[in-house]
């Protein structure tokens, strides 16, 4: 069987095959968010947070019209994420948890335990409900790559985490266990519990990164021990 050859004496430590999978998963997580941004000036639940929204005019990268204005919209098919316009120049209103949070100098992007502020960099004019599809649509561009980005890093850093956890583990007791079997080991189980994570969030499961990598290091964990063939490696 090949993937049982590549475990046991195949080149290098799976790092090279990582990278080919984080990119090639990147890639299509891309094209996911292609698919769904280009239907967003169709969409009716977009159009019906766009018909919301006040016309809004910016000078100097600053929103001066409509004065003392608030109003909160709810984002449709969300669990509480909501697009707040608040020109009041009051402290921001506490029960903001996720979403958007428009105030004259600044948009502040909350999701989960991640907030940033973005400056509001428009050129002075007014902001019509056509122009606020086309800033909607280039937001969510920037949160697609915020999270391609983040889905990276993510997969890179858990197989050194599960590769060098495993090495930890087997230097402890004294083990002789190649650094390159667990290498690959790890590459190969990081991939394919991944892969099986997400098709599972696709039918609305999913389990939490920590889990994932619990999950992984106890099979490499098994599956080292059952392939080691001796000290090739001194740890």
């Not at 858990?158 to 402890?172: D, E, H, V």
Request: charged letters at 15%; hydrophobic letters at 50%; aromatic letters at 14%.
């Amino acid at each position: 069987m090949r993937l049982m050859s590549y475990l046991k004496a195949g080149p290098g430590r799976g790092i090279r095959v990582v990278l080919v999978f984080a990119l090639i998963f990147c890639l299509f997580l891309g094209g996911a968010f292609y698919q769904g941004i280009r239907t967003l000036k169709a969409n009716e639940t977009v159009l019906s947070v766009i018909r919301q929204l006040p016309e809004v005019t910016i000078q100097e990268n600053r929103i001066t019209a409509p004065e003392n204005f608030y109003r909160q919209i709810k984002l449709p098919g969300t669990t509480g994420a909501a697009l707040i316009i608040d020109t009041t120049g009051a402290t921001e209103d506490p029960s903001f948890r996720e979403g958007f949070y428009v105030t004259k100098e600044r948009i502040l992007f909350q999701s989960g335990t991640f907030s940033r502020y973005y400056p509001i960099s428009y050129p002075d004019g007014k902001l019509t409900q056509e122009v606020w599809q086309q800033l909607m649509v280039r937001s969510f561009w920037m949160m697609a790559a915020f999270f391609i980005g983040i889905a990276f890093i993510l997969i890179l850093l858990g197989y050194f985490l599960l590769y060098l956890s495993s090495i930890l583990l087997f230097w402890i007791p004294k083990m002789a266990v190649s650094k390159e079997l667990l290498g690959r080991l790890s590459a190969v189980v990081w991939i394919m519990l991944l892969i099986l994570d997400s098709v599972l969030l696709t039918f609305g499961f999913g389990l939490p990164l920590i889990t994932i990598l619990l999950i992984a290091l106890s099979i490499v964990l098994v599956g080292a021990l059952k392939l080691r063939t001796g000290r090739t490696t001194d740890f």
